[in-house]
């Protein structure tokens, strides 16, 4: 059971640069999310999916794209990378629902020089 | 402002004590979440709360929604339960997490 993989877990950018962030689960789960975490803050939701073709934006959703074109995947696309996106990055899946137990990926650890 | 308030930020234990770690939340949810991050950075899942109580070997979670609190204890602390917990709550598909509560557990 792979659950939520995320790729890559350590990535270095230079300003402007763009890249995507890859997020899959094999759980058929219709929620999926991206969060990032910042010392000192909890982490903050970027953008979610309740299913595919429909996202929608979280708390900061600027600077970040997303599309939902399959249940398994939801990629997080940093467009022009700045020294504000440096954090970690987490994925996350559920079913919808308020039954839905929060599944993570392990994490990306993003640097913008 | 903070819709997930946790407490105490930091707290340092000895090997057998009963741990109580505090949050609370000022919208309304679906359901809470306790989660665990270690070390090297993974996140799991404890619980998930939407009334009541529940528990899971050691850990014991449970919820006011009326006074929107909720608990986690760990009983008969051991040092691997050292970690940073967290609590985060569903409002529709938005979920709001606290800063978490880093634990040590001194042997």
């Known amino acids: 059971n792979a659950g939520v993989t995320q790729t890559p877990k350590f990535q270095v950018l230079k300003t402007g640069q763009s890249m995507t962030l890859q997020c899959a689960q094999d759980?058929?789960?219709?929620?999926m999310s991206w969060y990032r975490q910042d010392p000192g803050m909890g982490l903050r939701l970027i953008h979610y999916s309740v299913g595919a073709g429909i996202t929608d934006q979280g708390e900061v959703p600027n600077g970040y794209n997303v599309s939902r074109s399959t249940t398994e995947d939801f990629p997080l696309r940093l467009l022009s990378a700045a020294p504000s996106q440096t954090s970690v990055y987490f994925c996350?899946?559920?079913?919808?629902?308020?039954?839905?137990?929060?599944?993570f990926g392990e994490g990306s650890r993003l640097t913008v020089l | 402002k903070n819709e997930v308030e946790q407490s105490p930020q930091n707290l340092t234990a000895q090997e057998g004590e009963f741990i109580t770690i505090n949050c609370s939340y000022s919208v309304g949810i679906s359901a809470l979440h306790w989660l665990q991050q270690h070390p090297g950075g993974g996140i799991v899942s404890l619980f998930m709360l939407s009334s009541g109580k529940k528990k899971h070997g050691r850990l014991i979670a449970t919820i006011n929604i009326q006074e929107k609190h909720s608990s986690l204890h760990i009983t008969a602390s051991h040092p691997r339960d050292s970690a940073v917990y967290i609590c985060a709550v569903r409002t529709g598909n938005q979920f709001y997490f606290g800063t978490g509560t880093s634990l040590t557990v001194i042997p």
């Open positions: 759980m058929n789960h219709e929620y």
């Open positions: 996350a899946s559920s079913r919808q629902g308020r039954t839905g137990e929060l599944f």
